[in-house]
Each structure stands twice: as C-alpha cells, then as structure tokens.
C-alpha cells in the first residue's frame, strides 16, 4: 500500500544537473517521516546521499556536499534531489528512503548516468 516512486534519473554529461523526485502514497504520515536519498553501484554498498527530517534539518555526505540539495514537499508529499555539477562518480542507482514510525520503506530506484 505504502509506496515511494522515484522519477527524474537518466543520462547527462559531467558538470551537468538532474533533479530527481520522490512521491510518496498510501501513507498519511509524510510529513512526520524522515526522509533520505541513497545511491548504490554494483558491488558496493548503498551509501547516504542526504537525509532530511520531518523539520526541514538536512544532511549531506561529503562527497555532494556544495552540489546537492534535498528539500521537501510535505503538501505534495514528495521529497527531491537537486544534483549540481555532476561527476562520473556519482554514477549509480537512486533510491528514495522513508524512516518513520508509521511510515517507512524504499523506493524502486532510477538510474543516474553521468558520461565524461
């Protein structure tokens, strides 16, 4: 019932920006959930991107620190990933993350291909 749908992912070149949303449904507790975006490539683990809590406070790993930005949308019920300055290493699957008490889950993931 609950679900996370991600959209936005696709092919750009280095030093170019993709902004990828987030609709959550099925829930009527979006607005009390943390909310994150993670990234995995094959053969490595599904590392945080960023993280913002049901008051707005974000967190970023280093590596997107200055090039991403997460916000969200508690009347859309949807949370997004601004993706600045791209780098071939931030190549890899997308996924949207719920954390809540009565909400929580992952989404399906979309692909995010940055080409040198």
């Known amino acids: 019932q609950e679900q996370l749908v991600e959209s936005g992912g696709g092919l750009v070149q280095a030093g170019g920006s993709l902004r990828l949303s987030c609709a959550a449904s099925?829930?009527?507790?979006?607005?009390?959930?943390?909310m994150g975006w993670y990234r995995q490539v094959p053969g490595k683990e599904r590392e945080l991107v960023a993280a913002?809590?049901?008051?707005?406070?974000?967190n970023y790993a280093d590596s997107v620190k200055g090039r991403f930005t997460i916000s969200r949308d508690n009347a859309k019920n949807t949370v997004s990933l601004q993706m600045n300055s791209l780098k071939p290493e931030d190549t890899a699957v997308y996924y949207c993350?719920?954390?809540?008490?009565?909400?929580?889950?992952w989404g399906q993931g979309t692909q995010v291909t940055v080409s040198s």
């Open positions: 099925g829930t009527n507790f979006f607005r009390s959930t943390s």
């Open positions: 993350n719920a954390r809540g008490a009565f909400f929580s889950g």
């Open positions: 913002i809590t049901r008051g707005g406070d974000t």
